[in-house]
């Protein structure tokens, strides 16, 4: 009898473990977020002191402001150099602005 004692509550731990891990193996928001791949050209916006830093499109001519603050501020010093960006966007609703590109990596093309 103390056997069966003994498998109940090793299953039993087991489930109970199994029930405790699973979810946390297959969370979608546990997922890294996928960047999108644009081209365009860094152009500061704004006159001082409310100037922001935006990447603008190559060909279609969309503008997006860049971020996060950081990343920013080191892409402010390429401004007029054509790059190859990876970015998440997400959409703002401000009119003249297609959204905000978090600017994963990006790589000078020229």
């Known amino acids: 009898m103390k056997r069966g004692k003994i498998q109940a ?3 039993s731990a087991l489930f109970v473990l199994l ?3 699973v979810p946390a193996w297959t969370s979608p928001g546990k997922k890294e977020a996928q960047g999108k791949q644009m081209r ?3 152009k500061i916006y704004g006159s001082e002191p ?5 990447i603008e499109t190559v060909p279609d001519g969309k503008i997006y402001a860049a971020g996060p603050p950081e990343k920013a501020r080191e892409l402010s010093s390429l401004q007029g150099r054509l790059i190859d960006f990876t970015v ?3 959409d703002t ?3 003249g602005l297609s959204g ?3 600017v994963l990596s990006w790589r000078i093309v020229r």
Not at 50 to 54: A, K, P, S
Request: hydrophobic share 50%.
């Open 9 to 11: 509550f090793f299953f």
């Open 50 to 54: 409310h100037t922001w830093v935006g």
């Open 19 to 21: 029930c405790i891990t």
């Open 88 to 90: 998440v966007i997400q």
């Open 100 to 102: 905000t590109a978090t």
């Open 93 to 95: 609703g401000q009119p």
């Open 40 to 42: 365009g050209m860094v």
